[in-house]
């Protein structure tokens, strides 16, 4: 059972090398990375940047291969690491090339969803912090996007991760995604879109006439969610908000979903306020900015997010009603279970386990290995399409 | 056709065929002839762009000036394709040239599919299925280049309908066919959720083939633009070449000049008199700047937003990191958390921000203030609160702002035009009456009103000490064209009188209010705080001189000239401001809302 509420952000410094050293995933980290070597400077021409200690924070980070990656993070050990987008060349060299000839070429595409977004629907909690009363909605959105992404759009490689403390994020490493240009990303991040507007306005969310196909499909998703959350979780129609209709949310709810009926039977009631209603407390806000530039950096999986302590892990969203974040291994609660584990040290084949198979990492670095696994037969797969298109054995 | 008889008007079935422009021109051409050709064309573009909604368009379009000097525009004409090449060679070097052209330029494309009749669509796709066989042979399209997608597009077309005439035909009326295609090619369209996608394939009616068109034409533009630009050491080998580009470089400087810098003679922006300035603002930089002082801090895009108006608005580097540095180290108000974000601890990354934005950091590019387009497109999220107010869709935001929606999302400029006049219409009301009392405070007690800075003493209330509790307030004084800029006599008015006239007189905040008030114009175009009567006079002769509006003779007036015939053409609307009502105020940007309002407020001023 990992340790999550005794990190102390002062033994950082002081943890941060061992984690560097012994439970960072370099192999499948690499091999992510890498996508197969193919094409063959993938890996050299990306971007990273770290944010060292005291805030200080390097940009243009790249290097040769898997063991000079490994190096650099335990030299360093840097407090963040970002994900940047592959270069036409060597990131690390970017003086010595002309300014318009350095150029991001591809990156995957990138959603980041962070709980603060919600703060005008959300009650329980409010800034940083989240619990169980406003996780659903990262469920939800999770759900939404997942399918979206995937039967909407045909991506297949879909890397969700939780950033460690109030927001997710997600990676789509298909190929056509990473080389997809900044319309494209705009396209793909607008439709997703539906709750806009800022401070100034109430109405949020706005339905034509006509529901498209994929916020029937939204909607559908957060009605399996919404009554738990709205009623159990949240208590949107509370006493003190809405005074003396009824006897709970529940009722106050039910209440106003016979009034909209009798409204709309009588032709008073135009439009889709229910759906509206739902859309604008559940559906998904992502930050469009950060899914449009092909050379916006994102936090890298698998580093440790200094407030919180805790790994920026993995998701699998086929079981993401199961993720709990408060679960989610701390850098402290790691180390120390490195110390006192009883996973022996080798395998029933007597090959030497990695450290982060021996902790309560080995489920998330899983999620991670089946991800990876699918990126790799999709390549044999296409090599051997066009193997066969070459005729080449 | 609707325009087949009219011969004044600019006869669209005189197209030939609509072009993707895939092939250059050839063959031989007189000098004077291609510059003529490429300068017509890029008027015609400039005034294009300048419309704001459908019916701007058709005005332009019927406009005898426009018409006349339209024979290069035929579309697929040799004048058409020569005068497009040459404003690729021309405009690839900027940035903000290049997007001019690719965005005028599709416009103009639009325009012209949707005046299409069926046979012309019909030579259209036989025209670019031809070209593209052509191209295909020699180039190797690298993956994501649109030339793949043109020709996948009309391998598609050709695969699932049996002829042009056919689709041609489908395309204009309400056709139930529709294309597989994959989502990159109706980017627009997925955008605003208007098709329905599986798998990545888009279902697109084969009416909306138009807006397929209209992006690939986009990808293309940019392309060849990219591609001119990448062989301009090549192409400007030739003299002739390198003088074409620097006529049309030159008239697009010129036509655009005003668009983007405020005239000179308008007090520069300064951390001194922003405040009070701020009372000129457009309601879209005024919530931002009202937020800024309430909550000490921005959401990101709105912190760009302001930055880029201020900076606009003459706010040098040094006086923008001020501000921001002060309104940074002051703790946030609630909910926002006082540990994120603050000056210090993030003073690098901000100030290299602001750098950025003035052009001094990364790819040094100048950035301009948004135009009221771009801010209107704002997709806001919480917290933020930049945008265009007049373009909410909240019927209580509107109403709250005292302006009528004018209906479609172009006519907010209108909307925030008619916003400013209902202000200076209040204005000139309290204007009125702050004279009327003054004159019978002056005829009255033979005392005149100023202000002084050192004068301060108990029982002699100062307008001074009043204008520092309320900084953005507004002084209104006696006429000192009479008295010397040295003197002025000191403030005598006792406390009971001033407090009667207090409520209706505007004052001004005392660093901003200088000596030598009075006749507003004077103020206004005052240099280095003194007063020079010799501009004064400039202006008067200037605007004896003038029977018919200024039209700005660019290109032939001296810098100082130039100015002047501005400022007397500001005057001149402004001093015969009688009725607000009838003005007409086009704005674009933030900052024309700022200056036309300035400089109505000082013309009601100098009315008598």
Request: proline residues 5%.
């Amino acid at each position: 059972m990992p340790e999550t509420h005794n990190y102390d952000p002062n033994t950082l410094p002081d943890l941060l090398p061992l984690y560097y050293k012994r439970l960072f995933p370099y192999g499948p980290y690499y091999k992510w990375m890498n996508y197969g070597g193919v094409p063959k400077h993938y890996f050299t021409n990306r971007e990273f940047s770290f944010t060292l200690k005291d805030d200080v924070y390097i940009r243009y980070q790249s290097f040769s291969d898997q063991q000079d990656f490994e190096k650099e993070l335990q030299k360093k050990c840097p407090y963040k690491i970002d994900i940047g987008a592959v270069y036409s060349h060597r990131p690390k060299d970017h003086k010595t090339v002309k300014s318009s000839a350095f150029i991001a070429q591809e990156k995957e595409l990138v959603f980041d969803i962070d709980m603060t977004d919600y703060d005008d629907v959300r009650f329980c909690c409010s800034g940083a912090d989240i619990c169980s009363k406003c996780w659903p909605l990262m469920v939800i959105a999770v759900k939404i996007i997942d399918r979206a992404l995937r039967d909407d759009f045909g991506f297949e490689h879909l890397l969700w991760v939780y950033s460690g403390r109030r927001g997710i994020h997600c990676w789509v490493c298909d190929e056509g995604a990473r080389s997809l240009s900044t319309q494209g990303r705009s396209a793909v991040a607008e439709y997703l879109q539906v709750v806009k507007g800022g401070e100034n306005l109430v109405r949020k969310a706005v339905l034509p006439e006509k529901i498209h196909p994929s916020i029937r499909h939204s909607l559908q998703i957060i009605d399996k969610h919404f009554l738990e959350y709205a009623i159990k979780k949240q208590d949107l129609l509370s006493y003190d908000f809405v005074g003396k209709l009824g006897r709970d949310t529940a009722s106050r709810w039910a209440i106003l979903q016979k009034r909209l009926e009798e409204g709309r039977n009588m032709n008073l009631v135009k439009g889709y306020t229910e759906e509206e209603v739902k859309l604008q407390f559940c559906y998904p806000r992502l930050d469009i900015n950060v899914s449009k530039g092909i050379n916006h950096l994102l936090k890298s999986p698998f580093c440790i997010h200094p407030k919180s302590g805790k790994v920026c892990v993995p998701m699998d969203p086929k079981n993401i009603d199961d993720f709990d974040p408060m679960e989610v291994p701390t850098i402290s609660g790691l180390i120390e279970e490195l110390d006192t584990s009883t996973v022996p040290e080798t395998d029933t084949e007597g090959r030497r386990l990695k450290d982060y198979k021996r902790t309560s990492l080995k489920p998330y670095i899983e999620i991670f290995e089946s991800f990876l696994k699918g990126l790799e037969s999709s390549r044999k797969g296409k090599m051997i399409e066009q193997s066969d298109v070459k005729m080449e054995f | 056709m609707k325009h087949l008889n009219n011969g004044d008007t600019w006869d669209f079935c005189r197209l030939m065929i609509m072009v993707f422009y895939l092939l250059p021109p050839s063959g031989n051409i007189p000098y004077q002839k291609l510059e003529d050709y490429a300068l017509k064309r890029l008027r015609f573009l400039l005034r294009l762009m300048c419309c704001r909604n459908p019916e701007e368009v058709e005005g332009t379009l019927q406009d005898a000036s426009v018409v006349h000097q339209s024979d290069c525009l035929i579309s697929g004409s040799s004048k058409d394709v020569v005068s497009h090449h040459m404003l690729r060679l021309a405009l690839c070097d900027d940035a903000d040239t290049r997007t001019f052209l690719c965005s005028s330029e599709l416009a103009l494309f639009r325009l012209r599919l949707a005046e299409m009749s069926s046979e012309e669509w019909e030579d259209f796709f036989k025209n670019t299925e031809n070209n593209l066989k052509q191209l295909m042979k020699t180039a190797s399209p690298s993956s994501d280049s649109f030339l793949a997608d043109l020709d996948f597009l009309i391998g598609i077309l050709n695969q699932e309908f049996c002829s042009w005439h056919f689709i041609s035909k489908e395309i204009l009326s309400h056709s139930q066919y529709h294309l597989c295609l994959p989502f990159h090619l109706a980017l627009g369209l997925v955008a605003r959720r208007e098709v329905s996608l599986s798998k990545g394939l888009a279902l697109v009616p084969l009416s909306q083939i138009s807006v397929v068109l209209g992006e690939l034409f986009q990808r293309s533009m940019e392309q060849a633009v990219h591609q001119a630009w990448l062989q301009r050491h090549v192409t400007r080998c030739d003299p002739r070449i390198r003088r074409l580009t620097a006529v049309v470089k030159r008239a697009y400087k010129i036509e655009t000049r005003a668009f983007h810098h405020l005239p000179s003679y308008l007090p520069r922006l300064e951390l001194s008199n922003l405040w009070s300035q701020a009372e000129f603002f457009p309601p879209c930089m005024s919530t931002l700047l009202s937020t800024l002082k309430e909550r000490h801090r921005l959401a990101h895009h709105d912190r760009i937003q302001l930055t880029l108006f201020l900076k606009d608005m003459g706010l040098s580097l040094h006086e923008s990191l001020l501000l921001w540095k002060q309104e940074y180290s002051k703790p946030p108000a609630p909910p926002l958390d006082p540990n994120k974000r603050s000056w210090h601890g993030n003073e690098r990354r901000y100030i290299y921000s602001i750098r950025h934005l003035y052009g001094l950091e990364g790819g040094r590019v100048n950035y301009h203030g948004h135009s009221c387009s771009s801010i209107q497109g704002r997709s806001l999220s919480y917290l933020e609160c930049g945008g265009c107010p007049f373009s909410l869709k909240d019927e209580s935001q509107r109403t709250q702002l005292v302006v009528q929606d004018l209906g479609q999302q172009k006519r907010f400029g209108m909307a925030c035009a008619s916003y400013m006049k209902t202000r200076l219409k209040k204005r000139q009301s309290s204007i009125d009456f702050a004279r009327e009392l003054e004159t019978a405070l002056h005829c009255g007690k033979g005392e005149s009103i100023l202000t002084r800075k050192s004068m301060r003493s108990p029982g002699i209330h100062s307008l001074e000490s009043e204008a520092l509790d309320k900084p953005d307030a507004f002084c209104r004084l006696q006429q000192p064209e009479t008295v010397p800029s040295s003197t002025y006599s000191p403030v005598i008015i006792s406390n009971e009188a001033f407090e009667s006239v207090r409520p209706h007189l505007v004052i001004s905040d005392s660093a901003g209010c200088n000596i030598d008030t009075g006749c507003s114009i004077t103020q206004q175009y005052k240099k280095n705080g003194k007063h020079h009567l010799r501009d004064v006079s400039k202006i008067r002769s200037k605007l004896e001189s003038m029977e018919s509006p200024c039209h700005s003779e660019q290109g032939t007036l001296t810098r100082d000239e130039d100015n002047t015939g501005k400022m007397a053409d500001d005057v001149r609307k402004s001093s015969h401001v009688t009725d607000i009502e009838s003005l007409d105020i086009d704005i674009r940007k933030p900052s024309d809302y700022y200056r036309c309002y300035v400089t109505l407020l000082n013309g009601m001023k100098a009315v008598q």
